[in-house]
């Protein structure tokens, strides 16, 4: 028995000819192949590929499928017993494929193996993992009871408690048997871009009757080198919470469900994260949007138990997507009224140490110059203060100017969001005629073109808006604190001023912190929606 690997590749130029190298340097003549699918990338992976390993076998594709999409198309391109799934960032090592196949060998029920993951330092990263309930999130298990290769379904085979979790084994590196594929099917590409894909696949399989094991002495490092998720950490967020939703939706029975939206609810009110609270109530929402999809097969089998899990699962989504709304308002207040309070403490902290500072002062330092320039070094601190609070003043005035620009981008924002939806951003009641009427003005819209023109001068305003607060974050971050060489006389008009502009600058900071997230939640819902 030869084994295939295949690797989904995006953008993995820093990491893909590494992972080759390990592969053909650690595998011996038991690897029959390996299928690289090239998920759109835009860098050089591709060409790296083509380059350096011609035995490779590379499929271009077009766009990007995720990780099930691009896994599936090297499966049905595979002549062998056994694929294995390997991420382009893992470096599998020497004797890992032996391992793999005698434990294959050695148990005929295993329809899908692991093994273990080590971080780039050599610690165990994990072996295993179980799915633990209620909250369906993956827990991580580092050690089996014995190196040998362990059938994760047997009693204890974690030697830790699990609390009824059920096991599964991780996609960086997943082996198949092809029995599983041919009988059970593909990896579920409604996962995308990643995420939950495998678990649902080692739920699919035991189902069948395959058992799920590990291998712990077939290793690979995975070196997680990705940082994709760091140029938009919400849309991450958010994606790895509608797999999760995805897969809670598939997998888990009326009483699990219940037990699932009563934890979710609680932790979504405790939670002090903002993007988190965020990303839940876009999930939830794109959830409820697709369930009726998602239940297309278990509806033509009909029965009570479809009717019961669907109206269970539409009836807590709902509830899961309004607290989440509710906890988020909440959770941006209370930030709110922290960032106020560590603004006030700082103004009135530096206030005190200036006082303290001019008690100390020499009556000499109050002697005026003749040099007016302020640029000589002999300048007494009366004059040096004097340029600093020109500078300062000027500065003020920029960042109000700032502001007052960026209060003109979110009034024109709102402006095309209302224009695009015919009607208020947050219409406080809407009857059924106004809705079809205005569902028929948004089609007629979007087919004049006029949608397009309307979208197009919002994402224009939109990059307007984050240059704006970028730049008013740089003149901020660039305030200095006044020179310890203060006179007395002046104190008093600086404490005043600087406490006047404080307090101005505080409250353009709330309304516009206040309204660039009412306009980022109202943006990603009616983003999401047209996804």
Request: aromatic content about 8%; overall charge negative; hydrophobic content about 40%.
């Amino acid at each position: 028995m030869n084994a295939t690997v295949i690797i989904p590749v995006w953008n993995g130029a820093a990491v893909i000819l590494d992972c080759l190298a390990s592969l053909y340097a650690n595998s011996g003549d038991k690897l029959y192949e390996v299928i690289c699918i090239d998920n759109g990338s835009v860098d050089e992976s591709a060409d790296q590929i083509t380059h350096s390993y011609p035995q490779v076998r590379l499929v271009r594709q077009l766009v990007n499928l995720g990780f099930a999409g691009g896994v599936n198309v090297g499966l049905q391109q595979t002549q062998t017993d056994l694929a294995i799934l390997l991420n382009q960032d893992c470096l599998v090592q020497p004797g890992w494929l032996d391992h793999m196949m005698d434990a294959f060998q050695q148990h005929p029920g295993w329809g899908i193996a692991g093994c273990t993951l080590l971080d780039e330092a050599g610690e165990v990263e994990h072996v295993a993992a179980y799915l633990a309930y209620p909250e369906i999130q993956g827990v991580h298990v580092r050690a089996l009871l014995s190196q040998e290769p362990q059938d994760l379904s047997a009693p204890n085979a974690f030697g830790q408690e699990t609390r009824n979790g059920k096991p599964y084994v991780t996609g960086a590196l997943f082996a198949i048997r092809r029995a599983v594929w041919e009988e059970i099917g593909l990896l579920d590409e409604r996962f995308y871009p990643a995420y939950y894909e495998e678990t649902d696949y080692c739920f699919r399989a035991r189902s069948a009757g395959y058992s799920i094991g590990s291998v712990p002495l077939a290793q690979a490092v995975h070196t997680r080198s990705s940082r994709e998720w760091l140029r938009d950490p919400l849309l991450h967020w958010v994606n790895q919470e509608l797999s999760r939703y995805r897969f809670i939706c598939k997998h888990l029975s009326p009483e699990e469900i219940q037990a699932f939206a009563a934890y979710e609810l609680q932790e979504i009110w405790e939670s002090p994260y903002y993007d988190s609270i965020l990303s839940k109530a876009v999930a939830a929402r794109r959830t409820l949007r697709a369930l009726s999809a998602l239940f297309a097969q278990e509806s033509a089998a009909g029965g009570e138990e479809y009717s019961t899990r669907y109206r269970l699962l539409q009836q807590n989504f709902r509830q899961i997507m309004h607290r989440a709304i509710v906890s988020a308002q909440r959770v941006s207040l209370v930030d709110l009224f922290e960032r106020n309070k560590a603004w006030h403490e700082l103004y009135q902290d530096e206030t005190l140490s200036l006082s303290s500072l001019l008690a100390q002062l020499s009556p000499e330092y109050a002697t005026p110059s003749t040099d007016q320039t302020g640029d000589d070094e002999n300048d007494t601190p009366l004059q040096q203060i004097h340029h600093l609070l020109m500078q300062r003043t000027a500065r003020w005035q920029e960042q109000e100017a700032a502001l007052e620009r960026l209060a003109q981008i979110a009034a024109e924002e709102r402006e095309l969001l209302e224009r695009s939806c015919f009607t208020d951003v947050a219409p406080e009641q809407e009857n059924l005629l106004r809705r079809f009427s205005r569902l028929a003005c948004r089609v007629t819209s979007i087919l004049s073109g006029r949608e397009f023109v309307l979208r197009s001068r919002l994402d224009v305003l939109q990059t307007q808006r984050l240059n704006a607060l970028q730049q008013f974050n740089v003149m901020r971050s660039q305030e200095e604190f006044v020179d310890q060489h203060t006179l007395e006389q002046l104190i008093g008009w600086l404490a005043q001023e600087r406490q006047s502009m404080a307090d101005a600058r505080n409250r353009h900071l709330d309304i516009l912190i206040q309204l660039h997230r009412r306009l980022q939640l109202i943006e990603l819902l009616m983003d999401y929606d047209e996804r």
